[in-house]
Structure formats: C-alpha cells, structure tokens
C-alpha cells in the first residue's frame, strides 16, 4: 500500500503540488479578505444609531441587508453556492464563465465573511463595554475607537477563531472541485481516473491535507505566543481594583503582583 | 498589539479593487472566434482521457493539468482542422455539465462519447453519429457472471451504470424484466472500476471499447460481450450511437456533418483501435 502510495507521488507529483498549490492559495487569500470583509460588517454594525432620521433609516437597511448576507451565506453548503455562483454569472454574461481561480477566490471569500462577521462581531462584544466608554469619554470617534481601542482587542481575542476558518477553509476549498478549479482533491480525480487506484490516491490525498493543517496550526499557534510576548510581565485587571487597593496590594508585595 | 494601521476606506479599496479586477477579467475574457471550445470529461477511455505527456498526439487540457486523448480528441483535432480553428480542450469532469455549458455558451462542441437521446435533442443539436457500439456488462473475472451470454443470466445480481447516461436508462428500464438489481448509478468510470474490485457490485454498463479499454488497463476484469436488442439491453441507434453536440442551430452543423462522412468505417474502426492501443499504453500506475 505504502509502495503503491510513493509511486502515485512520484508519478503524479507535479500535479500534486500544483493542485497544494491552488488549495493553500485560495484557503490563505480567501480567510484574509473574509476577515476584511468581517472586520467592515463588524464595524458598521456596532456603529451608534445616526441621529440623522434619513441616515437611521439607511442603517436599518443596511443592517438587514448584511443580517439577510450572513444567514444565507452561513445557511447553504457553499459546494451549492458556488455552482449557484458559477453557472449564475454564466447565465448572465451569455455563457462566458468566470475565471475559476477568481470564482474560487470570491466563492470562498464570501462564503468565509459571512462566518467573520459573526466571530468579529463576537470579538468586539467581548471587550469590555469600559473601553468604548472610556474612549468616548476622552472624546474619540466611534471610528477612532474601533480602530484604536476596540479593534485591536477584539483581534487578539479572535485569532483561535481565524486560525480555525482558515485550516477548515483548507479542507473545504475541495468543493471548488465541481466548478473545475483544480484544487488537490479536483487532481486526485484526475490521478484516479488514469491508474483506477482509488483507495490508495485517496489515502495519500487525505494524508497531504492532513500534513498542511497540522502544520498550519503549529505555525498559527506560534504566531499567537508572539503575539502575547513575553511572560516577564503581567496585565493588571484594572477594572476590579481601585487606586486604594492597588497601592495597598503594591506595598504588601513589595513590587511583584498579580493582576 | 499594535494598533491597526489600515484605515476603513484603505480595507474597502482593497476589497472593491479586488472584486471589481477578478469581473473584470472575467468579462473581458471573450471566448476566441479563431479557436472551437470542445468539452469531455477526459476519464472515458478509450473515448477520451488524460495522459501525463503529450505522446501520440494528445492535445494539452486548457483547464487542467495533462493532456487529453483518444478517439474523441482524434475527431476534434479532424474537426478543427477542417473549420481551419484552434482546437481548445476544456474539462468537465462533470459529465452532467456538459450540455448546460453549451446552451449557456461556454463551449462550442461536446465530443465526449454522447449519445444522441431524445431528451438531450431537446436541448441541443447532434451531429450525425461518429460511432456506434454496443452495450456490455464489465465483471470480475472468476466471478459466476463471467460466461453470461446474455441479460437474462444476470438474475440476482447488482449492477450499476454511469448517472446521467443512456446505459443507465436502459439498466433501469429492464431490472424489472431479468431479475438484476439497478444500484444508484455513479458518477465516473473509475468509481465503478472500484466498485467492481472490491466487490461492491457484481458489474457495470459499458460500451465495448470502454470495456475493452477497462479491462486492458485493468487485468482483473473482463467483459460479457453482450448484442443491442439481440442478447442485450434495449437501444434504438440513436442510443447506442454518439454524435457531437452543439447549441441549437449552430452554424457549424453542416460542415462537422461534412468531416464525419468523410470517414469510412473502416476509417473509424482503425482510429478507435489506434485509441484503445494509446489509452492502454504507459500511463497506468501499478495498483496494490
């Protein structure tokens, strides 16, 4: 089986590697520009009620027309979104199809915002309410607040969730494989339909995915400890602790806390 | 963290550019008057499959990796030749696609071993025929189907045909009649080859130089050599017939009609073994 496997890679390799190619490719692109698209949606959803009666009406319509995005995006198998994608824009351009690697690309892209903006809008939800408020108070902009206080917490609360869309959105980019787009598991039919060896194509197909999420997430968790830098200081939780008390717990630890 | 030196309009540019660029590109990509769009599914030997090199004059996949052979290729290239067009090869390995992407205009021809149907001259036009063959049963050899010398010896057993075809109609319409049991038709050749390896079935619908083909790459199975109408499934020529299929009222008729009659039967008899020698030849990988 094992023998069976090598040869398939030695054969075949090249598309392989073409078709790992596609699959990073879209997975990577795809979970970056849904999280811009779910950072945007985050955003303009949080944003205060505009006391401008025509704008407050716009908001409310813009507000449902996101809601009515993600719930469709989220409600339907985006195997069916993108044949309903794909073949839609056919229809429409007399019979020009997309570009697969674009129909890809935005097929994915959608499909991971949609996801985004609920794990965003999560994120801001569980920065405490004290920020906003105190960046109101020093008289920021709702913008300016999002971007400059809000924001980066929220981002740092989120990045387990990211890291996830992303290592999911590598198994799922092989649905793309019903419009054509020649992403790994697209290859291994191809592979398939030449040496009729479909458990052992298979086997070796599901163990490359399985060596590029394991390694993704090792990268991404790596990426987070740097993020959180080093441990030679820590955060004190001010929100529970008054002036009094914090002087009062400094002079009793000589110095070193625990926030 | 460092706060997020990406400002709203600069994420918003970035996403508009991006989405406005790829419809762009797509709608400029006109499809090329001086080239013909031919589609197959290039997993049908010894119709038309995919080689890893160009031997024998396998004409580059334009969508997919390899290079796409066999009897159906060999009659696009005699057909583009003889419009004086660039022949595009473009995969769909779907094989229910097919006649969607030539009504919508995504291709110029299907030469992919499609039979003529009823229901699919509803939706597009047919060339005249470019080959007729039979329908026949592919099984394991050693298996107790193996001597059959017609339908009715297939009582008890469960065999399976590719979805959205001819074979499968006919294996449906007379499950009833020979006592076989008709499973849930697959989509791809090679997943009935497995199908059969394993044991899954006892066999599939073919037609003979799909069989033949098979079971050249495939030394453990063989094929029953059924007759249409004689021995074996109920077909009408149209059926067991395959013509080119192309939008309704495509201006191209005639002269594919013209290049097909220029071929004899012996012609094509010659050329479908020339096919079935290539698609058997290198490019098989040693299963287990």
Redo the contacts between chains.
């Keep these: 089986?094992f023998a069976?496997m090598g040869?398939?890679l030695k054969?075949?390799g090249?598309?392989i590697l073409?078709g790992v190619g596609y699959t990073l490719l879209v997975s990577l692109v795809s979970t970056v520009?849904g999280l811009?698209?779910g950072?945007?949606i985050g955003?303009f959803r949080t944003t205060p009620k505009p006391k401008n009666k025509a704008l407050a009406v716009l908001k409310k319509i813009a507000d449902f027309l996101l809601s009515a995005y993600i719930e469709i995006f989220r409600g339907t198998p985006m195997m069916v979104q993108s044949m309903v994608i794909f073949?839609g824009?056919?229809?429409l351009?007399?019979?020009?199809?997309?570009?697969?690697i674009?129909?890809g690309?935005?097929i994915v892209s959608v499909n991971t915002g949609a996801y985004m903006a609920e794990i965003v809008r999560g994120g801001i939800l569980s920065v405490d309410k004290g920020q906003t408020e105190g960046a109101y108070a020093v008289g920021m902009s709702h913008?300016q607040t999002m971007?400059?206080v809000v924001?980066?917490?929220a981002?740092?609360n989120i990045l387990p969730s990211v890291a996830n869309e992303f290592v999911i959105n590598i198994k799922d980019t092989s649905v793309l494989?019903?419009i054509?787009f020649?992403e790994l598991y697209?290859?291994a039919?191809?592979i398939?339909?030449?040496?009729?060896?479909?458990?052992?194509t298979y086997l070796l197909v599901a163990a490359i995915y399985f060596v590029l999420t394991f390694g993704v997430t090792r990268v991404l968790r790596l990426i987070e400890k740097k993020?959180d830098g080093k441990k030679n200081y820590v955060v004190l939780g001010s929100q529970n602790m008054d002036a009094d008390s914090f002087a009062r717990e400094n002079a009793a630890t000589g110095g070193q806390n625990n926030g | 963290?460092?706060?997020?030196k990406k400002?709203?309009a600069f994420?918003?540019a970035?996403?508009l550019l991006?989405?406005s660029a790829?419809i762009l590109?797509?709608?400029g990509?006109?499809?090329d008057e001086s080239k013909i769009y031919v589609g197959m599914e290039?997993?049908y030997a010894p119709f038309n499959?995919?080689?890893?090199d160009e031997q024998n004059g396998a004409v580059k996949i334009s969508?997919?990796?390899?290079y796409a052979n066999g009897y159906d290729v060999m009659i696009a290239k005699k057909i583009a030749e003889a419009l004086g067009k660039e022949l595009v090869i473009v995969?769909?390995?779907?094989f229910d696609a097919l006649i969607?992407?030539v009504q919508?205009?995504?291709l110029d021809f299907i030469i992919a071993g499609m039979s003529p149907t009823d229901k699919r001259k509803e939706q597009v036009d047919f060339s005249d025929p470019y080959y007729e063959s039979q329908l026949v049963v592919v099984v394991k050899k050693g298996s107790t189907y193996e001597n059959a010398a017609s339908l009715s010896d297939f009582a008890g057993a469960n065999l399976v045909a590719q979805s959205g075809t001819f074979h499968d109609e006919a294996l449906l319409a007379e499950a009833a009649a020979y006592g076989y049991t008709r499973k849930t038709p697959m989509a791809?050749?090679?997943?009935m080859?497995?199908a059969l390896k394993t044991g899954a079935i006892d066999g599939y619908v073919a037609e003979e130089p799909g069989a033949k083909s098979?079971c050249a790459?495939?030394p453990e199975l063989t094929y029953v050599p059924l007759i249409n109408n004689v021995t074996g499934f109920q077909a009408s020529p149209a059926d067991a017939q395959i013509a080119v299929g192309m939008t309704k009222g495509s201006k191209y008729r005639l002269a594919v009609n013209e290049v097909l009659a220029s071929l004899s039967e012996e012609d094509r008899l010659n050329l479908m073994l020339e096919a079935t020698a290539y698609a058997t030849g290198s490019?098989?990988?040693?299963?287990?």
């Design positions: 089986m069976a040869e398939i054969k075949y090249g598309w073409q520009l811009l698209i950072i945007l955003i073949w824009f056919a229809l351009h007399g019979g020009r199809t997309m570009n697969v674009f129909a690309l935005l913008f971007r400059y924001l980066p917490q981002l740092r494989n019903v054509g020649t697209f290859q039919k191809t398939v339909s030449i040496n009729f060896n479909t458990f052992a993020m | 963290m460092k706060s997020m400002p709203l994420i918003s970035v996403l991006f989405f790829g590109a797509s709608c990509s006109k499809k290039c997993g499959y995919t080689q890893t969508n997919a990796a390899g995969k769909y390995y779907d969607p992407a919508a205009g995504s791809t050749f090679p997943e080859v497995n098979d790459s495939n490019n098989v990988v040693d299963g287990e």
